[in-house]
């Protein structure tokens, strides 16, 4: 393990105006990385936000989009970016938009706080077509890690004194994230999946390389960036084609989302089209094999903002394709 920062390996002076930027949550981390990369002359920050107060407070100078990030931010809508920033303090969120931006091919920044550390995770999906997704640690973040050992204090300090802590704390992991833009927006092939944390108490930091996972539940057997065909969410399989390709039925599915309390997200095409008969499936899109390739059908009906998006920059416009 480093103790320090990774090189920022800076070889030209980083295009900032021209990065497109989304951050999902507007609260006490996620504001703060709006300031700074507002500072730093980044081109365009859209905000995600479920609360209307916080998305109130950022529209005089962003397009804020206002409900949940799992249905705003639709696959479409991300490939536009160049980085999509997840500052919502809950390890679910964090696992969505890993789950997201692997396959929308999004560099993905993940910003937290735990007691006095500040946490910033950074996967350069975009930059990297075999770097680490941020569940490819499920099973070494089970071992004890540095910060487990920063995991210290705010509880043990008065209440006001542990507010005023954790604003800082959430400042310095704003201030991290936002550093580490410029270093990925330029360094791009040099950087790897990293986890930095630092402790707003001590001042003692780590960074982390992050190894893919081979037997990773999310990234496993997937070869970046993945396919999308976007495709109508009905499922009714016609008698005659039934007939023709008996194998059809078979083909396996895996949802975005579990249907209802069942566990697992595994379906076969023809258990679906009994279950829906047609209609849509609650999935905001799904994994299949295609020629021995993980392809994802993209169920999300288009916003009627999307074409207005520009392009991500150095998006490459064939990795998509609609039907
Ligand atoms: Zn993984």
């Known amino acids: ?10 070889s030209a002076s980083p295009n900032l105006e021209g990065l497109v930027v989304a951050v999902v949550g507007a609260g006490r981390i996620g504001a703060e990385v709006i300031r700074n990369l507002d500072r730093m002359g980044v081109g365009r920050i859209d905000v995600y936000e479920s609360d209307a107060r916080a998305a109130a407070l950022l529209r005089d100078r962003h397009v804020v989009h206002l409900g949940n990030f799992w249905d ?18 809950d390890p679910g969120a964090r696992v969505r938009m890993n789950q997201k931006c692997l396959i929308a091919n999004v560099n993905l920044m ?16 975009d930059a990297l077509d075999d770097c680490a997704c941020h569940e490819c ?21 008065p209440p006001q004194a542990a507010d005023a802590a954790s604003i800082a704390t959430a400042s310095i992991a704003a201030g991290l994230a936002a550093a580490l833009i410029p270093r990925i927006a330029v360094g791009v092939g040099r950087y790897v ?6 402790d707003s108490s001590t ?40 007939t023709a390709f008996p194998e059809a039925l078979e083909q396996g599915l895996e949802l975005s989302d579990a249907i209802g309390d069942e566990p697992g997200h595994r379906y076969r095409m023809g258990e ?28 999300e009906a288009p916003h009627p903002d999307e074409t207005a998006l520009q392009t991500r920059s150095g998006a490459d416009p064939g990795r998509c394709t609609t039907n």
């Not at 993940?110 to 999906?125: I, N, Q, R």
């Not at 999946?193 to 630092?198: I, V």
């Not at 992050?210 to 969410?233: H, M, S």
């Open 193 to 198: 999946s990293r986890r930095a944390t630092l």
């Open 110 to 125: 993940l910003v937290w706080t735990e007691g006095a550390g500040a946490v910033v995770a950074a996967y350069p999906f």
């Open 203 to 242: 001042g003692q930091g780590t960074s982390l390389e992050l190894p893919r996972d081979p037997q990773c539940v999310r990234c496993k057997g997937l070869q970046r960036p993945v396919p999308i065909v976007r495709t109508r969410n009905r499922w009714n399989v016609p008698a005659h084609v039934r």
């Open 272 to 299: 679906l089209a009994e279950r829906f008969r047609g209609g849509p499936i609650p999935a905001k899109f799904a994994l299949t094999v295609v020629d021995g390739r993980v392809v994802c059908l993209d169920f």
């Open 1 to 10: 393990m480093e103790c320090s920062l990774p090189p920022a390996e800076v």
């Open 137 to 157: 640690g499920t099973v070494r973040e089970a071992r004890p890690m540095s910060i487990a050992a920063l995991r210290l204090t705010v509880a043990d300090l």
């Open 72 to 89: 705003e931010l639709t696959l479409a809508r991300l490939r536009h970016y160049d980085f999509a920033i997840c500052t919502v303090d």
